[in-house]
């Protein structure tokens, strides 16, 4: 059974556009699972937190197909809660199904699930969160996602203040991605000037949130 975080009555698990990271703009089935280890203040999802519904892989799986899509993320919440129950999950789709994970980067992927996930979208959490930092700092965690190449490291961050803390990771500069610290349009395009500047110094990525330019604060979108 998967935990799958509730939106309204419904399990989330929906259609759209994937909105953050290097395949941004790509279409792909979202599923997103509820429970998370972390407790963000600026969380955005704050509603998969609780108790989700549960649902048979199969279910999940078949609900999935429906899409007819050939890319998955799946997300949270932490995903890597629920990592013996995904790995059912993905034995039930198609090898040729793109599968993307975002996790906060605290819980280390079992070798079942790590050899089947074509992306990681890692997003570490940095003090301005709000967490505990002995549940954040999970530094064998990030040493083993920094081995796949196909792991990338999302940052949001809110100010120039925020770079000491990236930077004393030592994660691959060319995997790093920041993010503006932001829950609606406004408060992107209010945050995205001091991140651009970012990135330029410091020679990283610039990560936009797409779905907020698209839809703001919407959910299951
Ligand atoms: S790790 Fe992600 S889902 Fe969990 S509280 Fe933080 S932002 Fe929310």
Known sequence: MLNIARLKS?????????????????????????????????????????????????????????????????TGGEPLLQQAALT???????????????????????????????????SPKLPHAGNPHEKTHQPGVLAHFATLPHAWFKFVVQSEADWPA?????????????????????ALEAARPAVVDMCLRHRVRLGDRLHLTLWDDKKGV
């Open 10 to 74: 419904a399990p989330e698990i929906f259609y759209s556009l994937q909105g953050e990271g290097t395949r941004s703009g790509t279409p792909a089935v979202f599923l997103r699972l509820a429970g998370c280890n972390l407790a963000c203040k600026w969380c955005d999802t704050k509603h998969s937190w609780g108790n989700g519904i549960l649902c048979s892989t199969k279910d999940v799986a078949a609900h999935i197909l429906d899409y007819q899509c050939d890319s998955l993320v799946i």
């Open 88 to 122: 059912r999950l993905l034995r039930l789709l198609p090898d040729s199904m793109h599968v993307e994970i975002e996790t906060n980067g605290t819980i280390a992927p079992t070798p079942a699930l790590e050899q089947r996930v074509n992306q990681w979208n890692i």
């Open 166 to 186: 990236i930077a004393a990771l030592g994660l691959p500069p060319q995997r790093i991605i920041l993010m503006p610290c932001a829950t609606t349009r406004a």
